[in-house]
């Protein structure tokens, strides 16, 4: 019971800190199932990242089902995607209620810029972090290129991920 408890409180802390969402989150993640609760190893949460890429749906709740799984069963699964859904469902329902009123005020603008570029910073530290762990090579740089070039093209991100793949079997 205790473990289903920390699930829920660990995975509540990256949901209510999720702001940016997506990639941004990852750095959040690990620092709960890697150095926080040491559910996971730096190389099985690196593993776990690679092998999601290629599963449908949000890296939180992947990440949320396989620790809450790997850590209680399914209601491990339960407590752990409760926690990283519980603050954002009512983060929305507030921010519903008053967002007419604060999208007029410049520092709302302003906390929402500044939110905007610490994502960025997120997602550039992340992004190094990733790149510190692939088996560069030629053929992964021509990926890398056609990748960024598709989506600069506005190639649908979905079709570049899944031609990657395919890339990837042929030329690595």
């Given at each position: ?12 802390r990256?949901?209510?800190?999720s ?5 941004t ?13 040491h ?10 990242l690679?092998i ?7 890296i ?9 799984y790997?850590?209680?069963g399914?209601?491990?699964?339960l ?5 990283i859904l ?13 967002f ?5 005020n ?33 053929n992964?740089v ?10 600069y093209?506005?190639i ?14 042929v030329?690595?």
């Amino acid at each position: 019971m205790k473990n289903i408890i920390v699930l829920f409180i660990a995975f509540f802390r990256v949901g209510a800190l999720s702001i940016g969402g997506g990639y941004t989150l990852i750095p959040l993640i690990e620092r709960e199932v890697v150095f926080n609760y040491h559910w996971l190893t730096k190389d099985e949460f690196l593993e776990i990242l690679g092998i999601t890429q290629g599963i449908p749906g949000a890296i939180s709740m992947k990440f949320a089902t396989y620790t809450g799984y790997k850590e209680a069963g399914i209601f491990g699964v339960l407590a752990a995607n409760i926690g990283i859904l519980l603050p954002p469902v009512i983060g929305v329902m507030i921010l519903y209620s008053v967002f007419n009123k604060l999208s007029v005020n410049p520092g709302f603008k302003a906390f929402l810029t500044g939110i905007k570029f610490g994502t960025i910073g997120l997602l550039l530290a992340f992004a190094m972090e990733m790149a510190k762990s692939a088996k560069w090579g030629l053929n992964g740089v021509l990926i890398l290129i056609l990748s960024f070039l598709s989506l600069y093209f506005k190639i649908h991100p979905g079709l570049v991920i899944i031609l990657s793949g395919l890339l990837g079997l042929v030329i690595l």
